[in-house]
Every structure is written in structure tokens, then in C-alpha cells.
Nanobody, 123 residues
Framework: QVQLVESGGGLVQTGGSQRLSCAAS????????ISWFRQAPGKEREFVAG????????DYLDSVKGRFTISWDNAKNTVYLQMNSLKSEDTAVYYC????????????????WGQGTQVTVSS
């Protein structure tokens, strides 16, 4: 079992920055892939960024490349999503999720989910 707790959401202006945190705990958590997904009202949940613990490989949604950075702090078992140059279309509930599937980007491949944190980008 893996437990995930997100934090860091809130209201930010267009062009601003926000950092989300995902604290992970559980058995062998540092062997999993941790990813961030987001879900805007009326839309499906989509993959945003993922990182494979230990290996360090990362993947990003095309629309966030160059603006978002995913990283991890091994000592704290925490994965971060640094979001810069935020746009109104980044407004969503952001979830972190864990899986043992290598470089997975599909929601059904992730058995463990956090509760989500709201990010609202206003102009």
C-alpha cells in the first residue's frame, strides 16, 4: 500500500508560479513511479508529468513542457511539481498518483491516488 498526500494548491495569477508537493509513504514507495494528473471541470483527468523514483526519467504533457518541472526529494519521500508561467487553462484539481508500471501515463495504470489539491489561475 502507498499513501499520497498533496499540498501546495491555491489561487495564483496568470504568469505566476506555484509548487505542489506529494508526500509518499508506504512499503517500497521509492521504487514506484509518481505522476501528477489534473482534472478541470467537465473534462477527463489527464497526465501532466511523471518521474520514476531512482531512475529519474521524466515525462511531460506537451502543453506544460518548458513550464512545469517534476522532481523528487529522496530524503523526504516527496515529489514536487514546480509550475511556472501559469495559464488559465492550467486551472484544475491536481492529483498525484503512484504505479509500478514503467513510465505509465494512463489513469487506469495507477492504483494509488492522493486526495487532490485545487489550483486556480486567475487573470
Amino acid at each position: 500500500q502507498v499513501q499520497l498526500v498533496e499540498s501546495g494548491g491555491g489561487l495564483v495569477q496568470t504568469g505566476g508560479s506555484q509548487r505542489l508537493s506529494c508526500a509518499a509513504s508506504g512499503r517500497s514507495v521509492n521504487t514506484y513511479r509518481i505522476s501528477w494528473f489534473r482534472q478541470a471541470p467537465g473534462k477527463e483527468r489527464e497526465f501532466v508529468a511523471g518521474i520514476t523514483w531512482g531512475e529519474g526519467s521524466t515525462d511531460y504533457l506537451d502543453s506544460v513542457k518548458g513550464r512545469f518541472t517534476i522532481s523528487w526529494d529522496n530524503a523526504k519521500n516527496t515529489v514536487y511539481l514546480q509550475m511556472n508561467s501559469l495559464k488559465s487553462e492550467d486551472t484544475a484539481v491536481y492529483y498525484c498518483a503512484a504505479t509500478s508500471f514503467w513510465r505509465a501515463t494512463i489513469t487506469s495504470q495507477y492504483p494509488y491516488w492522493g486526495q487532490g489539491t485545487q489550483v486556480t489561475v486567475s487573470s
